[in-house]
């Protein structure tokens, strides 16, 4: 709302929705120890500060991979202990919010899930901020309707995602809806982060996306990257390559600067990385 403080969300030494430009980043879903824990490396180094990755999939047909489960969960809360990132993981169903929440350290609502009220309401009680992506056809009355869902219920701490919305358009998967961004910081006193990956469909896209949530005041965003995108059980042709993911991050950096707006610490090596490196990784 103009005139109120706007939400500064904060999980360790991040805070979402002040000054700094938060960049949560990872693939679409957790496959292994080492796809996740390599990902998470890089990414750390290159000035993400979020880790992200899918252990409970919302798949368009149920013969597609549905996500590791706890065992994602694992492997997730292990990459944070590694290099010192924070966690976003998504949760479909009221029953997993408890595990979940021991293992997470931000909730994420999918796309499909924005308006499963039992679910939010259930969140509403899980003391982790909650990170809620707009429905593929949802208005942004829609999207603050849900959020406001989460208030009610007692959470405060949501962060508001826009990641496309569905349009006659097909030559990207979703279209980004700009403006969103700005309405949204117009209107809530919320964090708005953009996702240009399932917004892009494709991963050319992603970079420019990116330039243009920098541009019109989003907080952060929310980015699939992969090591080896050809081989990626979902998502692949939307991921970053761990490279692409570098240069994107050093792209944003004058954008930012006329933001006056930071990411997290670049090439600075991510904190658990040596021991990593001294532990021999993992297979
Ligand atoms: C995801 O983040 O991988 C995801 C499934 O996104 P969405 O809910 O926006 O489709
Ligand atoms: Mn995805």
Not at 3 to 26: K, N, S
């Amino acid at each position: 709302m103009p005139g109120q403080p706007r939400t500064v969300l904060r999980i360790g030494d991040i805070a979402i929705g002040g000054d700094e430009f938060v960049v949560m980043a990872g693939p679409c879903a957790v496959e292994s120890e080492r796809q996740v824990i390599d990902t998470a490396i890089s990414v750390a180094r290159a000035g993400a500060r979020i880790l992200r990755g899918g252990a409970y999939k919302p798949r368009s047909s149920p013969y597609s991979f549905q996500g590791l489960g706890v065992e994602g969960l694992k492997i997730l809360s292990k990459a944070r202990d590694y290099t010192g990132l924070a966690v976003v993981t998504e949760v479909m169903s009221e029953t997993d919010v408890d595990v979940v929440a021991e293992y997470a350290d931000i909730m994420q609502v999918g796309a499909r899930s924005m308006e499963n009220f039992s679910l939010l309401e259930r969140l509403g009680m899980c003391g982790r901020p909650v990170l809620l992506k707009r429905g593929m056809t949802a208005t942004l009355e829609d999207l603050l309707r849900s959020a406001q869902a989460l208030v009610a219920s007692g959470n405060p701490d949501v962060i508001l995602c826009e990641r496309g919305i569905r349009t006659f358009e097909t030559a990207t998967r979703n279209t980004f809806d700009v403006a969103a961004v700005p309405v949204l910081k117009m209107v809530s006193h919320l964090p708005v982060i953009v996702d240009p990956s399932h917004a892009a469909g494709v991963r050319v896209l992603v970079p420019i996306l990116a330039r243009a949530a920098v541009a019109v005041g989003a907080d952060g965003l929310l980015v699939e990257v992969h090591p080896q995108p050809d081989k990626a059980a979902s998502d692949g042709e939307q991921s970053l390559t761990l490279e692409q993911f570098d240069a994107m991050m050093t792209d944003l950096q004058p954008y930012l600067r006329l933001r006056g707006a930071a990411t997290g610490p670049l090439k600075n090596g991510a904190p658990g990385e040596r021991a990593y490196a001294v532990a021999g990784g993992v297979n």
